[in-house]
């Protein structure tokens, strides 16, 4: 069975050939929320609120749930439509807000803008939703409307959670004895067959206990299995402990409400529609609105066989009104509620992915602590160079393909044991190297009190790498991994082993230190928002610390904080999939001269970014060639990079230079501008062409105009990696004059070797790295086109 855990249920990420994304223009979603922003503000009231349709009182609830969408979809907190809107909400505390709702949504907005400011009025509000949860005997733990009504429903208990748990995010406990009846009310008033509908069944079990809802309907569906996990997740225990100064891993987690959501998830996703509010016949939006909380909080890209983001974007696009007007018409809660949840669903189910959690086997070899990767990444979202909104998943392993895995800059992999038969392991070993050739990154760690995982880890990855040179290494103190943000306190570093492969270190093993808790530990007990009360002793806070400051490094490493939403990930595996089956007339091979190809997908992007920006007709497909075999004379243009020695064979450079003498080009650069490689690749060139001299290329030569298709370029961006106190390890971006030299056949004619001792090829490569220094990818990709442009043209 599948556990779900506090707040973080654990779902599979299950694919098959039925579930290929439908292809999302990142453009039209950026579009459409800032058409609906713009139309938030301009049905803005001068007092600062949004009329509200239907209900007088609820003029606050509506203004706040405008702030929220609108804050969600990155408006700054001193816009003056948010400044207005606050000033007018701060003018009614307590019951003057009116209905639970608008108690529950002016909180959510007081959390989201400024809640230090606000902390008073969110600890009053509090208080207000504690004294109306019903209490009229055991079995209570829902709200009613107002404060004096009679009985409870579960729309209005659902906004009251959400409520009392973004208040607990900034500070503010919520008495236990709230959380526990709202676990039991949301337990009782499900429906055996899983869903929920609007309101408790008044008639009650022999227990006295609630017998269901009524009717089950998606929009309560969904907020049924939210609540549970939101009110579960407060008080149900994870996988590990702290007890005075120890901290114990590999505990039993509570997890009485699993069965319970994944029983509701199940409802869903036998009946996921994005056309209709599923067995209702209104409320579409505000369904569709907790769809993406559901997928969220179990961070769950399926619903079943659905992609519920890409679905439910397509779908949300196509309602917005087509007349210019930015909005999305009333399904039942009013024109500019709509239009928010609408706003909420495209902004927050779109969240950068920071890493995925590999499943394989059951949950106890994968996942015996269940709140590990979820925990960091709260961490990691609350660094000020982080975005303050991630995301994460669980891929189950033996179901997702290359392109699936590619969704995820970082994969994790973590248990004690692990057997994996032969067969499985070279499947599985094919799969992570073409996920690591595209710039992937793997994560893992192996837990102490066994050596199953260790085995079989260091077993896949001889699999990965059958080449010699790619051995499982101790990365070395000066690794760029212990300084990329957080400096680690000397007693707290552990031996951290990687593979150098391609443009950086892409893969990095954390082996099992016995006497110490493993990281996914430490994770596991870390609290991204501190209880009123609950404080760790010093000692173990420490541990805590800093083995979250090794996470951070390492996916600050990983990712160079470089991180791609979901709708602009979607695409590239699109591309990648129906660009390479188009019949093509230009090849661009790379050169191999003997040294590993860090860098094998350089050429194919240059290529596909030459075919969009160009209107070029391209093959995708490349190939390597080498100067032994003949048919690379076939090939006008050549292609190569380094990082070490580059170093020609006898009898290659006669080849090479009749090569070039006939018409042939090659262009090449310097991984992460590595001087080994220039100066090997410089001083081979002149014994290719003895009689001829390497120049810098002026900026007024026509390689670097548009004159052959290209860009006219005087400036590209370029990284440099620098280390502050502050700041860790990062890229900084500056400006600089491109920088190539050439060598012609004689004065005054084409060039026939173009080199670049900047990097040009990681950049390519797509690849996120600190310790890579050369142009940005932007840069790169319009230097090399402005370059393969030229070599075309005297062709």
Same mark, same amino acid.
Not at 125 to 148: C, D, F, T
């Given at each position: ?150 009985? #409870?429903?579960?729309?209005? &208990? ?5 409520? %009392? *748990?973004?208040? +607990? =995010? @900034? !500070?503010?406990?919520? /008495? ?99 056309? #209709?509010?599923?067995?209702? &016949? ?5 369904? %569709? *609105?907790?769809? +993406? =909380? @559901? !997928?969220?909080?179990? /961070? ?122 032969? /067969? ?372």
């Amino acid at each position: 069975m599948t556990r779900y855990y506090i707040l973080y249920c654990i779902c599979f990420f299950v694919i098959t050939a039925a579930l290929q994304a439908q292809d999302i223009d990142p453009k039209a979603v950026e579009q459409a929320m800032q058409r609906g922003i713009q139309f938030l503000k301009n049905q803005q009231k001068a007092d600062g609120s949004w009329a509200t349709e239907g209900v007088s009182d609820e003029r606050c609830g509506t203004t706040a749930l405008a702030v929220l969408a609108m804050r969600s979809c990155g408006v700054p907190t001193n816009d003056p439509s948010i400044q207005r809107a606050m000033t007018y909400m701060r003018a009614f505390s307590g019951t003057d807000a009116g209905r639970n709702y608008s108690i529950a949504l002016q909180t959510m907005a007081f959390c989201a803008v400024d809640p230090v400011t606000d902390l008073a009025r969110i600890r009053q509000n509090v208080e207000l939703l504690e004294q109306r949860q019903r209490k009229r005997n055991e079995n209570s733990g829902g709200w009613h409307y107002y404060a004096s009504g009679e009985g #409870s429903d579960l729309s209005n &208990s659902q906004f009251s959670i959400l409520a %009392l *748990y973004e208040a +607990e =995010r @900034v !500070g503010v406990r919520v /008495n236990d004895a709230v959380w526990r009846l709202a676990l039991r009310y949301w337990s009782e008033t499900q429906n055996s067959d899983g869903g929920w509908g609007y309101s408790p069944d008044s008639r009650r079990t022999q227990e006295g206990k609630f017998s269901g809802s009524g009717g089950a309907t998606g929009s309560m569906t969904t907020a049924g299995i939210a609540s549970l996990i939101v009110s579960a997740g407060t008080l149900e225990r994870g996988g590990a402990t702290v007890v005075g100064n120890d901290i114990k891993c590999f505990q039993k987690p509570s997890s009485e409400s699993s069965a319970q959501i994944e029983r509701g998830i199940d409802w869903l996703a036998r009946r996921f529609s994005v056309n #209709s509010n599923p067995n209702s &016949s209104n409320y579409l939006l505000y369904y %569709l *609105y907790a769809v +993406e =909380r @559901v !997928g969220r909080m179990t /961070n769950q890209r399926f619903i079943g066989q659905h992609d519920w983001y890409r679905a439910g974007t397509e779908k949300i696009l196509a309602l917005q009104d087509a007349l210019g007007n930015g909005h999305w018409r009333p399904m039942g809660c009013g024109i500019i509620s709509d239009t928010s949840f609408a706003l909420l669903f495209l902004s927050k189910g779109r969240r950068p992915v920071l890493m995925s959690k590999i499943q394989f086997g059951n949950d106890e070899a994968w996942n015996v602590h269940p709140n590990d990767v979820n925990n960091l990444t709260l961490y990691v979202e609350a660094q000020p160079q982080w975005p303050d909104e991630l995301t994460w998943q669980v891929i189950d392993i033996q179901h997702a393909t290359p392109d699936h895995l590619l969704q995820s800059p970082v994969i994790s992999f973590s248990a004690r044991n692990w057997v994996l038969p032969a /067969n499985e392991m070279e499947t599985l070993a094919k799969k992570l190297r073409e996920y690591l050739d595209q710039g992937g990154f793997i994560l893992a760690e192996a837990q102490p009190g066994g050596n199953g995982f260790d085995n079989t880890f260091r077993a896949l990855m001889q699999k990965v790498f059958p080449e010699p040179g790619y051995e499982l290494t101790l990365l070395e103190r000066g690794h760029p991994i212990w300084t990329a943000e957080k400096t680690i306190d000397p007693d707290h570093i552990r031996p951290l082993e990687g593979i150098h492969y391609g443009c950086r270190t892409s893969v990095v093993y954390v082996p099992p230190v016995e006497g110490k808790p493993s990281l996914s530990c430490l994770w596991e007990v870390y609290r991204h928002y501190n209880r009123e009360g609950t404080r760790y002793s010093e000692v173990a806070q420490r541990q805590i610390d800093n083995g979250l400051g090794i996470g951070l490094n390492i996916l600050a490493y990983a990712t160079s904080r470089e991180l791609r939403r979901k709708d602009e990930i979607a695409e590239q595996v699109i591309r990648t999939q129906t660009i390479a089956d188009r019949r093509a007339r230009i090849f661009l091979p790379y050169l191999d001269y003997g040294a590993t190809n860090p860098a094998p997908h350089a050429p194919q992007n240059l290529l596909y970014y030459l075919e969009k920006e160009c209107d070029m007709r391209i093959e995708t497909q490349t190939a390597a060639v080498t100067l032994s075999d003949d048919s690379f004379s076939d090939y006008p243009v050549l292609f190569t990079h380094g990082r070490g020695t580059f170093q020609l064979a006898e009898g290659q450079h006669r080849k090479l230079r009749q090569h070039l003498e006939f018409g042939g080009f090659l262009f090449a650069n310097a991984i992460c501008s590595a001087d080994p490689f220039a100066a090997s690749f410089q001083a081979e060139m002149l014994k290719v062409l003895p009689r001829a001299k390497w120049e810098k290329i002026p900026l007024s030569d026509p390689i670097f105009s548009d004159d052959y298709g290209g860009f006219k370029i005087n400036a590209l961006d370029i990284r440099q990696v620098e280390r502050t106190p502050e700041q860790g390890t990062r890229a900084r971006i500056r400006q600089v004059p491109p920088e190539l030299f050439g060598i012609r056949l004689s004065e005054g004619e084409r060039w026939v070797v173009v080199f670049s001792p900047y990097d040009v090829s990681c950049a390519l490569e797509k690849t996120s790295s600190l310790e890579c220094r050369g142009y940005t990818q932007e840069s790169a990709l319009k230097l090399a086109a402005n370059v393969i442009l030229y070599a075309l043209g005297h062709w």
